[in-house]
């Protein structure tokens, strides 16, 4: 199908409105010319005000619709559907990267990143612009024969991060680990997290209606409503109550306990990094000491650990973020994390 033949078929809609309008103005005015004046001024009024109506609504949908190109962190938005068909491309093994080469070079060093929405580059739309891609761009530039492979996949915890690891990066033979850490990997299963976006996420019928029919009235919906706000902070919030529960975090830790070992005995050196609740990061940052102590536990593994905390103390949130509905990290925080992770890559190649 042709832009033409999809526009008209995505949109028409839109156009029959405007076209009976404009056509609906004109009969009037045809008609009721000898009308009493009253009559046709008032009819010309209200004509005139729902063309403009009409129109205006028309060139913001359109606007929204093919033209308004950023993500949604929470999946709510409708005009995350249109980023994800825009800048998402899987490969064959069902990554968001280039093709993987199983057979491995003489002399390559392969480096496997392994993570959830941050490091699949949620938010990101040139895949060259996430840390895995622009950490390899750097390495090469030093003279390494490196290839980074991003094994993101959004939504996943350390349960599912583990899984990945034994039945996909094994299997390309890696002699890196990067692991990258966000503080919802405490998760055991998202029950809570199911529970949160089930609530926020609900809409009154005729809103919902509205909101499949027009992306511009989903886009006010949300920006007007709290429900988004609200939705991050009690995810936060969820998050850290986990951390705080001196049973879960043992448990947790046994986990990573468990995998470390595993990468250990393959023979594979590992760099853990973790990023922060961006949305969050400022003076009061409720999560300082779950960082602390996930500092304390990964240095006790004798495990390479970057925190990007400690570098984005001073910033705004604003400056950190994807977008003002997506809280994760921008070009910015993936070039800072590429930056990090090259000193610590290089060491660990050199070791």
């Not at 004109?26 to 005000?49: E, G, N, P, Q």
């Not at 761009?137 to 024969?145: A, I």
């Amino acid at each position: 199908m042709g832009r033409l033949e999809y526009f008209v078929s995505d949109f028409y809609l839109f156009l029959i409105v405007n076209i009976l309008l404009i056509f609906l103005f004109i009969a009037s005015m045809f008609f009721l010319k000898k009308a009493d004046r009253i009559l046709r001024l008032v009819t010309a009024v209200i004509l005139f005000f729902l063309l403009i109506f009409s129109f205006t609504f028309s060139a913001f949908e359109l606007y929204f619709r093919y033209v308004y190109d950023q993500s949604d962190g929470l999946g709510f938005l409708k005009v995350n559907k249109k980023w994800d068909e825009r800048h998402v491309v899987y490969n064959s093994s069902f990554s968001r990267d280039k093709e993987f080469k199983v057979e491995k070079r003489n002399g390559e060093i392969r480096i496997a990143v392994v993570g959830d929405s941050l490091t699949f580059g949620a938010g990101i739309k040139n895949i060259d612009d996430r840390f895995s891609d622009l950490l390899g761009n750097k390495l090469r530039e030093s003279g390494k024969d490196v290839s980074v492979y991003n094994f993101g996949i959004p939504g996943i915890d350390t349960i599912g991060e583990i899984d990945v690891y034994k039945n996909k990066v094994s299997g390309f033979n890696p002699d890196v680990i990067i692991w990258q850490y966000y503080l919802n990997d405490i998760q055991i299963d998202n029950g809570e997290s199911a529970k949160i976006f089930q609530k926020n996420g609900k809409r009154s019928q005729l809103a919902s209606k509205l909101s499949d029919f027009s992306y511009f009235f989903d886009f006010l919906y949300w920006r007007l409503s709290s429900k988004y706000t609200r939705t991050t902070g009690e995810l936060s919030n969820s998050y850290l109550s986990q951390y705080a529960d001196p049973k879960m975090f043992d448990a947790h830790k046994e986990l990573l306990s468990g995998v470390l070992k595993k990468i250990n005995d393959d023979g594979r050196k590992v760099v853990v990094i973790v990023f922060p609740l961006l949305s969050e990061v400022g003076d009061n940052y409720p999560a300082l000491a779950v960082h602390k102590n996930l500092d304390g536990y990964f240095r006790s593994q004798n495990v390479e650990v970057i925190d990007l905390l400690q570098f984005l103390s001073g910033r705004k949130s604003t400056e950190l973020v994807a977008s003002r509905f997506d809280a994760h990290p921008n070009e910015f925080v993936h070039g800072l994390a590429a930056e990090k992770l090259y000193n610590s890559v290089l060491r660990l190649l050199e070791k």
